[in-house]
């Protein structure tokens, strides 16, 4: 029926054009392969390295989130907020190392008095006013 000639099943020799050619396509294959892998050794990695960082930030003696404040493993922190005389605390915020209080002074105004318990002083005084 039909006949395989064995001439062209053998391979024959490229010509040396061609075969530069390949040569080149195989270097780059091989260097394309190479920097897919390290690319991807290091998204492998990065993925490691954030599964084993814990969530550290509620350990103690570690930063408080947000400031450079250190909470102490065996004592707590001890800090004295001077408010103003007859002030009368409506509510109480906060943020980080930062405290909030809300609230009237004697003379009736609204204000907001912010502690800081790293420098342990007062570092805000704000009178609100509604218009």
Do not use: C
Not at 49 to 57: C, G, I, L, S
Not at 86 to 97: H, K, R
């Amino acid at each position: 029926m039909s006949k395989v000639n064995d001439d062209d099943l053998d391979e024959k020799p490229l010509d040396p054009e061609m075969e530069k050619v390949r040569r080149k396509m195989v270097r780059l294959l091989a260097v394309s392969i190479g920097v897919m892998f390290i690319g991807l050794m290091a998204v492998l990695g990065a993925i490691v390295y954030k599964f084993t960082q814990a969530d550290d930030t509620a350990v103690a003696g570690s930063p408080v989130a947000g400031s450079s404040m250190v909470v102490p493993s065996d004592a707590p922190i001890a800090s004295v907020a001077s408010l103003p005389e007859g002030f009368v605390v409506e509510s109480v915020s906060l943020d980080g190392p930062r405290i909030g209080f809300f609230g009237r002074s004697a003379d009736g105004s609204r204000r907001l008095i912010i502690h800081d318990m790293t420098t342990g002083r007062i570092v805000g005084d704000v009178v609100v006013i509604n218009r």
